[in-house]
């Protein structure tokens, strides 16, 4: 009985091998296909992956965008090609399930790493549209300075005050930007006031000669004063021109230049640059100075003074009188 049992199972198991080396055998010319072609592909993607890499690099500046993009190529390709290779072979609920389970751990990740995820799509955003590039001076999120680096989830920027500021990408992709290199040139305006008793217009002649003489200065035909507003003690105007920015000698040495240029332009011209002028008016309705308001007060006080001493005086005569009469009267002893 046992003997019997024990032929069963193993008339089952060899049937069972059987067929499977039959169909391994029937299917040993697609799975030889399927390695070819898994090999294709993989051939395929490093070749794809050194093209993509020498045309990113002429696209992009940063090093790692080149590298992530590449990567994500090639492994691509890889990928559609082993995909291939199992369909071909028969396997395709397994590919299907594949398929499935990539998208759902996709979309665990992307919520999982969501900022992180966040910054690296703004970064290969920026590296495909340029806003700015390394070396660039840019303003964004109240930082200042000059761009050092651009990588895949920040940019550092080195500010004018010495400190290397991180910025998430995905703050300069949403916010607003300032590119100060990206034209070649930038305009200085400088502030300043003449006296109400000078004439604007003569000022603004003389501040446009002065400033175009500077030899940093370009673009001479735009170089403007304007009368910007009344002020308490002076006419207010405007001195505006361009210089090559980034280039020498510089925003800040530009504008020291033309501060001291107009200074003595306007000396030399006989033009003031008044201080402020403060006028002090003590009277309810207005129009008394404070010398005309001390010297109603002072005034005021004397004749309180006088109109005290007069009684006093008073007093003091009738005592006298009183103090004679005593003294004229004849003694009756």
């Known amino acids: 009985m046992e003997t019997l049992q024990l032929d069963t199972v193993w008339d089952l198991i060899s049937e069972k091998l059987q067929r499977w080396i039959e169909a391994s055998i029937k299917h040993l010319p697609n799975i030889a296909v399927a ?7 993989g051939v395929l993607a490093k070749i794809a992956g050194n093209l993509s890499q020498r045309v990113l690099s002429r696209t992009f500046d ?11 190529i090639r492994v691509a390709i890889a990928t559609a ?22 998208g759902i751990a996709g979309l665990a990740i992307g919520f999982a790493f969501q900022d992180i995820t966040e910054n690296l799509i703004a970064g290969i955003a920026m590296g495909i549209r340029k806003p700015f590039q390394i070396g660039d001076v840019i303003e964004a999120n109240g930082v200042f300075g000059n761009v050092e680096a651009i990588n895949l989830r920040n940019t550092h920027v080195m500010t004018f005050f010495g400190q290397r500021e991180i910025i ?9 930007l300032t590119n100060y290199s990206v034209n070649g040139k930038r305009r200085i305006e400088v502030p300043v006031g003449i006296s109400y008793a000078d004439d604007p217009q003569q000022a603004a002649e003389v501040l446009t000669n002065a400033i175009n003489d500077l030899d940093f200065v370009i673009d001479k035909h735009d170089t403007g004063v304007w009368a910007e507003s009344f002020g308490d003690s002076s006419i207010n105007l405007l001195v505006w021109f361009w210089i090559d920015y980034p280039g020498e000698p510089g925003f800040m040495v530009a504008r020291h230049q033309a501060i001291v ?6 000396t030399e011209a006989d033009i ?20 005309a308001m001390l010297n109603q007060h002072a005034a005021r006080q004397q ?18 009188n009183q103090f004679q009469q005593k003294n004229s009267e004849p003694d009756e002893s």
Do not use: C, H, M
Not at 81 to 92: E, K, M, P, T
Not at 261 to 266: D, E, G, H, K, V
């Open 261 to 266: 240029t107009i200074q003595r332009a306007l």
């Open 303 to 320: 004749k309180q003074e006088r109109d005290t001493q007069k009684p006093a005086e008073a007093d003091k005569a009738a005592q006298r």
């Open 62 to 72: 940063s090093k790692q965008i080149v590298g992530l993009l590449t990567s994500i």
């Open 168 to 176: 998430p990408n995905k703050i300069l992709f949403r916010n607003i």
């Open 35 to 41: 390695i070819i072609i898994a090999i294709a592909f």
């Open 81 to 102: 090609g082993v995909f291939i290779a199992l369909d071909f072979v028969g396997l395709r609920g397994t590919v299907t399930s594949l398929l499935a389970g990539a």
């Open 272 to 291: 003031l640059i008044p201080f402020p002028i403060r006028t002090l008016d003590f009277g309810a309705k207005g129009g008394e100075s404070l010398s």
